[in-house]
């Protein structure tokens, strides 16, 4: 089934009884060239780019829960390439570049919407540090327009400028950022990938990964063992758990990120909004909810919940930079559980075991990265060979100390990020 | 969620300034291989369920604590002076 106008004008005529389901529900086969561990956006769209560029279709995704369950329905749907050092931002470039063309790429609307993403600042420090980042965008073939205090404030009126500790000098304009629907994404790769052949096995927790002298041979799961020739781990925030499996510890130790939405209101904020001196950030979503959150609640968590300390350290953010939003009322919140390295950059690398692959550590940046990260994953799995994109996410940065990407500028430390 | 302070009693978690995982009662020996230093500084057990931290009563006693706390739902089981934890 491909959607098309037609499609959608003869099922408006027809009760809209044509539908079919996106993706088959098929049961795992004894053994597959590929099992990818985590069906998240990033495990998803490995499979997909594994079929559409390298044609290999023998290839299961596995699911503990059901498709979108996961941190790929828990982010704020931000998709951005701003990012500084040499490693990551060649790697948020390709990765917009694969958002720009997405929903065409998948048949499906993934929503994609380049509202134009702005970073604030309030000293002359700041400025200084975001012209220089404006500057590594543009030089990467990305787009940045510093903007002054009357720049602003002619986008963003309602911010309060004159702010006694936090006054706005200006920000960093990034017009091709902007968000995208984050269930979408999900739904499409798995169609994408299913509609090549690749298996979407939902409600499959991988309990155990066979290793044989050296070489992954398959993974045990609740439905049963399945044999594998190579294994990628692409689990998020459990990677801890699935690398345990394989009797491996990982540079990563897992935090829980908040989210907040308020009730639907009209369209009130055009654009993605980040407060430079509270860590705040904020968007409206295409339902007229206000998207917002913060920083990690900053100490180990698997509760894919958070606590009120954060919660109220976002609220004043918030209030701080536009009174406004106090009028609004928070119709929710929610948490998903980031897999944060010492550095705060991803890792996507091969391990010491032969054909066993891992892809993690994107702490609380990893839905802008879903279209490279897959893409990337699978030139790995595929040829062996990093990916040039990625090639900078190696595993052993922080054993050998060469190559680590600390964008904060914060140290390369587990509690710093 | 309040840390029980051995020292002060049960206080906000906004007094606490977390410093990760209590590896740091398990130094390795200077002259110890490269492996040893990267397991210590980076690698982590990371569990979903009990785990020690380390934690510093900052705008309190100034004492640093380890914490043995359940990740799943946050509750804390034990909290003991550094000092007397690492003994």
Redesign the interface.
């Known amino acids: 089934m491909r959607f098309s106008g037609w499609k959608v004008f003869t099922e408006g005529l027809t009760g809209n009884r044509g539908w079919a389901p996106h993706w088959r529900d098929p049961e795992p086969k004894p053994e597959y060239d590929i099992v990818i561990i985590g069906g998240g956006g990033h495990g998803l769209s490995t499979a997909y780019y594994l079929a559409r560029d390298h044609g290999l279709t023998n290839v299961a995704v596995l699911e503990k829960g059901y498709i979108g369950g996961g941190n790929v329905g828990r982010n704020t749907t931000i998709v951005r390439a701003n990012y500084f050092l040499p490693g990551n931002s060649e790697f948020y470039s390709h990765s917009l570049k694969l958002w720009e063309g997405l929903s065409e790429d998948l048949n499906y609307n993934v929503m994609h919407s380049q509202r134009g993403l702005i970073n604030l600042f309030h000293s002359d420090g700041q400025r200084d540090a975001f012209a220089r980042r404006g500057n590594a965008m543009i030089n990467q073939g990305d787009d940045a327009v510093l903007l002054d205090r009357d720049g602003v404030r002619r986008m963003l009126p309602y911010l309060d400028f004159d702010n006694g500790r936090f006054p706005i000098h200006g920000g960093l304009y990034h017009p091709r950022g902007g968000t995208a629907r984050h269930d979408a994404v999900a739904w499409g790769y798995a169609r994408g990938a299913d509609r090549r052949g690749v298996d979407i096995i939902q409600n499959c927790e991988v309990t155990g990964i066979d290793i044989d002298g050296g070489r992954v041979t398959g993974v045990q799961t609740s439905r049963g063992p399945i044999r594998a020739g190579k294994v990628a781990m692409v689990a998020a925030g459990?990677s801890?758990?699935v690398a345990?499996m394989a009797g491996m510890?990982?540079?990563?130790?897992?935090h829980v990120l908040q989210a907040f939405v308020t009730e639907g209101l009209k369209p009130v904020i055009d654009h993605v909004v980040s407060f430079g001196m509270g860590h705040f950030y904020v968007s409206q979503s295409d339902k007229g909810g206000l998207v917002f959150g913060g920083d990690l609640d900053?100490?180990?968590?698997?509760?894919q919940r958070g606590?009120l300390?954060m919660a109220e350290h976002v609220m004043e953010a918030g209030m701080t930079l536009m009174p406004m939003i106090g009028k609004a009322r928070v119709l929710r919140s929610w948490g998903g559980i980031m897999d944060m390295t010492?550095d705060g950059s991803p890792i996507i690398d091969r391990t010491d075991i032969d054909g066993l692959y891992l892809n993690c550590g994107w702490c609380y940046g990893g839905f802008k990265a879903v279209p490279a990260s897959g893409h990337c994953l699978a030139h790995l799995l595929a040829t062996g060979r990093p990916h040039a994109a990625a090639a900078g996410f190696r595993l052993g940065r922080?054993?050998d100390g060469v190559g680590l990407m600390d964008e904060e500028g914060t140290g390369a430390?587990?509690?710093l990020h | 969620?309040r840390i029980p302070c051995p020292i002060c009693g049960e206080r906000?978690?906004?007094e606490f300034y977390?410093?990760?995982?209590a590896v740091a009662l398990e130094r390795p020996d200077p002259e110890a291989a490269?492996?040893a230093w990267?397991?210590y500084?980076?690698?982590?057990?990371?569990?979903?369920g009990l785990?020690r931290?380390l934690w510093y009563h900052e705008a309190g006693c100034a004492a640093w604590i380890v914490v043995t706390r359940d990740?799943?739902?946050?509750e804390i089981l034990d909290a003991e002076l550094a000092g007397e934890a690492g003994r």
């Open positions: 459990r801890g758990q345990a510890r990982l540079p990563v130790e897992s900053f100490y180990a968590s698997y509760a606590n300390p010492p922080f054993r430390q587990h509690n | 969620m906000d978690r906004r977390y410093q990760g995982a490269d492996d990267d397991a500084v980076h690698l982590r057990d990371n569990p979903a785990t931290d990740t799943v739902n946050h």
